[in-house]
């Protein structure tokens, strides 16, 4: 079901807060695939896109995480105005190159099944692929290797944002994920039954589809209604 009404931010947008061992986890839902993280005395934006939020009105970014290169996920006017001196970019290879010689940026590049540790966080930089849908030309809208999810340890808090996939089997094998973040729209990334079949393989303990679109979220909260250990929330992430 879904539960734990959200706190409406001076920007409009939806504010939920977890404990966690070096204090608060404030996650911001911006919109669609795009998130802001504030712990620790430090803000993670994850895919900001100007189309979804007025980015001079929000905290500016001590980390930046892209998944991948769809314009949807990656704005490089977004990145340039979450700027400050030291705000470090972590992007995958194809966002490098197609954000070109932006030598004001400071970027780090990680590929499936990196581990990177920044200011007091864990991140794992895991595969985000389609196994089934493709385009009308018959590429895969997500080819395997090009696209990121991420695992970020806040405190002992892990919170999977899984990008643009399917219910692949490394996301299914995942474990101890307190909070997820799954896509669930078509024909992109994951159906409904799609996202339930994960959640129940890896039992986040709180589960939020993002990138959703037009997708009927009472649908999901249909097939996990009587899923023990999983509570299923629902954001204005379409």
Same mark, same amino acid.
């Given at each position: 079901?879904?539960?734990?009404?959200?706190?409406?931010?001076?920007?409009?947008?939806?504010?939920?807060?977890?404990?966690?061992?070096?204090?608060? =986890?404030?996650?911001?839902?911006?919109?669609?695939?795009?998130?802001?993280?504030?712990?620790?005395?430090?803000?993670?934006?994850?895919?900001?896109?100007?189309?979804?939020?007025? +980015?001079?009105? =929000?905290?500016?970014?001590?980390?930046?995480?892209?998944?991948?290169?769809?314009?949807?996920?990656?704005?490089?006017?977004?990145?340039?105005?979450?700027? *400050?001196?030291?705000?470090?970019?972590?992007?995958?290879?194809?966002? =490098?190159?197609? @954000?070109?010689?932006?030598?004001?940026?400071?970027?780090?590049?990680?590929?499936?099944?990196?581990?990177?540790?920044?200011?007091?966080?864990?991140?794992?930089?895991?595969?985000?692929?389609?196994? *089934?849908?493709?385009?009308?030309?018959?590429? +895969?809208?997500?080819?395997?290797?090009?696209?990121?999810?991420?695992?970020?340890?806040?405190?002992? *808090?892990?919170?999977?944002?899984?990008?643009?996939?399917?219910?692949?089997?490394?996301?299914?094998?995942?474990?101890?994920?307190?909070?997820?973040?799954?896509?669930?729209?078509?024909?992109?990334?994951?159906?409904?039954?799609?996202?339930?079949?994960?959640?129940?393989?890896? *039992?986040?303990?709180? =589960? +939020?589809?993002?990138? +959703?679109?037009?997708?009927?979220?009472?649908?999901?909260?249909?097939?996990?209604?009587?899923?023990?250990?999983?509570?299923?929330?629902?954001?204005? @992430?379409?």
């Amino acid at each position: 079901m879904m539960l734990n009404n959200p706190v409406i931010s001076q920007n409009n947008h939806e504010v939920d807060r977890f404990p966690t061992s070096q204090g608060e =986890l404030a996650i911001t839902f911006i919109g669609h695939g795009t998130l802001m993280f504030k712990w620790n005395g430090k803000v993670i934006h994850v895919d900001p896109v100007m189309r979804e939020a007025d +980015y001079s009105s =929000l905290p500016k970014a001590d980390l930046i995480l892209i998944t991948h290169e769809h314009a949807d996920h990656l704005d490089p006017d977004a990145i340039q105005e979450l700027q *400050k001196g030291n705000t470090l970019v972590v992007l995958t290879k194809a966002c =490098l190159e197609k @954000l070109g010689d932006r030598p004001s940026l400071n970027t780090r590049v990680m590929q499936n099944g990196d581990h990177f540790e920044y200011l007091g966080m864990e991140i794992d930089a895991i595969p985000a692929y389609n196994l *089934k849908h493709k385009r009308p030309g018959g590429g +895969y809208y997500h080819p395997k290797g090009v696209g990121n999810g991420y695992v970020i340890d806040f405190g002992g *808090k892990r919170v999977l944002v899984a990008g643009d996939t399917e219910n692949i089997p490394e996301i299914k094998a995942l474990k101890d994920i307190d909070i997820a973040f799954l896509p669930m729209n078509l024909p992109y990334t994951m159906t409904p039954e799609m996202v339930a079949d994960a959640a129940i393989a890896f *039992k986040p303990a709180v =589960l +939020y589809p993002y990138h +959703y679109g037009s997708t009927n979220t009472d649908e999901l909260l249909r097939l996990m209604k009587d899923v023990q250990g999983v509570e299923v929330r629902i954001r204005h @992430l379409e």
